[in-house]
């Protein structure tokens, strides 16, 4: 068996904590299997190289920032390559080049083209365990690209499909995806199967146990992930194409804090200006969701819709560059409110599943603000001051009942 | 114009310290001039991450010890560049990888074999200053290796050598090459130009400020180099193959207090015996200096020799392994001696300068315990309690006279 095994910066943030890693590789090498292992930078590492970053040059150059915050993960890889020889067993650390992971040439926010395998296969054949910078990748420059947050679970997708490994495994400080996030919702359980289509709208939706597009990676390749914990053997949450248990109707409560509200008011009512409005944001990259759209007085309509909180403020800087072009008469930004989700495949096939959220935060008095809902998602903005008291009223009456 | 220049390590400790430095490069730029400038790893960081890694394994792989160093030049590179952006200046960071550094396979303690020019001339022409880490390369596994402490002096040489650069500046915590250590010997003088030789056996023999290894490239290749300080604008020390003023008889003074001195003792007088004994040491990597053999008693000899201090152990050890077949009765490891060394490529043509140094140690009660001479050096071995005292007598003798 071919194994990839991911873990995060906090799984290799000391000594015994590599130590505890290194031994549960080692188990399984001893098993007779090859072990591919992936590692994010030590604990706070890219956060502090940031802050380093920032110090010097605010708006520093992405190429560069890609270039040092590489360091974290190279170091995390050697370091293990160490411990695991400590241990007497033959391991050797890669980075990006080594690998040669090629990615799009967009610097902190790149994506995998084309991983080669010739170099990995080569020291597992030797008897090696393999040791690989996550995160990181080289684009056509044969510069150093990072994959934005996250990005070390992508780069164990990828590896996995590349090299055709029969696992990969993800590990974390939880021990899988649960149903709700279980420090709100004391009675959330962990969820034995989810499909990807779920996990991914959990994913997006904050549910930060894995990095949305190394879910997207792992559904275009069929690669089956299994999302455990680092620190016990405890059996995690399997995320694959179609899960062997009747499909539940709701998998899972997720909340996203990191939400803004804009309302745009008074634009004209004319076509195409919806459009304008879309595309002007769409060109800064800032991502747009829960839309509303409705016709107010006089012939004008408002538009409001979500944003990450942190492109909140460009957004409203952006729109009000194209205040008169847009006929926009204001623009309101709001930024105490939180996306509440419910997510589940049987949704699909269920009706007055939306009527059963809607009661169930009708009944603690939790007002919705806006609402969108995908195939198996339905998506309610709240208040921010009501986020906890509605992720359990609905978790209990989606999981509980 | 084409210039090289290397900062070290205390150059770029802090931020402070990187704008210094990215000014002063700036500086040159803005001449019209292109500017490849060398970076080492920021102040102790080689330090700190040599202690992490011998926490977890301290007998380390030396590989995963190169992969792991390597990222002290690539931070300090990418600070570097970001701190000259937000300058206004368009900057590149490299490593070895991205410019081809070409090395030996010998990991810690490689050397050049070929430098690509290309990216480096290309990010010249497209305007940029580009810097490059330091004390770092490939080899032909695609491996990191380093080049041993001081090794980025030899990474600017090597490069001033492939760019056939119009300069190569050293930049350091001094101000050049004194006659002797200024901290000993407070009338110590700054040297305006010394030779390639004399400078080689400087470093050699302890004299900090170049890598010995850099100035042996720097013949080779006829690279001419400044030494001088990053602080403050004085003209620094000129090292070039024949220098302008007339050859000082002396130029230099220079201590080497991490030496220490090995005795065997009433080794059988048979030919090949001392071969013997010096090929155990050659194959374990240890340099042997300042060779005494004598006649002893009943046919046997006596070989003393000195050696770097922390390889003493080894080289006990070693030959401990082989006393019996070395016909070694007794073996005795010293490690209170120094080398004091006088320099000069005026010695050459002058006779008495060893007879003058004699009795300039004699003269303040320096004892004498072993001689080695070369054509423009004469070493002494003598206890380290007299090392300031002997290295004053010399100073004054010669270059005070």
Redesign the interface.
């Known amino acids: 068996m071919l194994i990839v095994k991911k873990f995060g910066g906090s799984s290799v943030a000391n000594?015994e904590r590599?130590?505890n890693v290194a031994n549960r590789c080692i188990e399984e090498y001893r098993k007779g299997n090859k072990v591919v292992v992936v590692l994010s930078a030590m604990g706070d590492t890219t956060d502090d190289?940031i802050a380093?970053?920032n110090?010097?040059?605010p708006?520093?150059?992405k190429?560069?920032?890609d270039?040092?915050l590489?360091?974290g993960e190279?170091?995390s890889?050697?370091?293990m390559?160490?411990?695991m020889?400590?241990l007497g067993v033959p391991a050797?650390?890669l980075?990006a080049?080594?690998v040669s992971m090629h990615t799009t040439s967009k610097y902190s926010n790149a994506r995998f083209k084309r991983i080669d395998t010739e170099?990995i296969s080569h020291e597992l054949e030797s008897g090696r365990i393999v040791i690989v910078t996550g995160f990181q990748g080289i684009n056509k420059y044969?510069?150093i690209t990072t994959l934005g947050r996250g990005g070390s679970d992508t780069t164990a997708v990828a590896l996995a499909a590349a090299l055709r490994a029969d696992a990969c495994e993800i590990y974390t400080d939880v021990e899988g995806v649960y149903t709700a996030d279980p420090r709100v919702v004391p009675n959330a359980k962990k969820i034995k199967e989810i499909t990807y289509d779920e996990m991914l709208e959990l994913a997006t939706l904050g549910a930060k146990v894995l990095h949305n597009r190394s879910v997207e990676l792992a559904k275009k390749y069929g690669v089956q992930l299994v999302v455990r914990s680092s620190l016990n053997k405890a059996e995690g949450t399997v995320v694959k194409e179609v899960t062997k248990v009747e499909s539940m109707l709701v998998s899972g409560v997720a909340v996203d804090k990191n939400a803004a509200r804009i309302a745009l008011i008074g634009l004209r009512n004319e076509p195409g200006i919806a459009f304008k409005v879309f595309d002007v944001l769409a060109k800064k990259n800032i991502n747009v969701d829960v839309i509303l759209q409705s016709i107010g007085r006089d012939d004008t309509k408002d538009i409001s819709f979500t944003v990450d909180e942190d492109q909140a403020k460009e957004a409203v800087s952006v729109l009000k560059e194209n205040q008169e072009r847009l006929t926009i008469q204001k623009i309101i930004e709001e930024e105490n409110v939180a996306k509440l989700s419910i997510v589940g495949a049987g949704m699909q096939s269920n009706a007055g599943v939306a009527a059963k959220m809607f009661e169930a935060l009708y009944d603690v008095g939790v007002n919705i603000r806006m609402i969108a809902t995908s195939e198996i998602r339905i998506t309610v903005l709240i208040n921010l001051e009501d986020v906890d008291l509605a992720t359990k009223a609905v978790h209990d009456k989606f999981i509980e009942d």
């Open positions: 000594k590599i130590f190289m380093m970053a110090d010097i040059n708006d520093a150059p190429r560069e920032m270039m040092l590489a360091c190279q170091t890889v050697s370091l390559a160490m411990a020889a400590s050797i650390s980075n080049f080594q170099r044969d510069d």
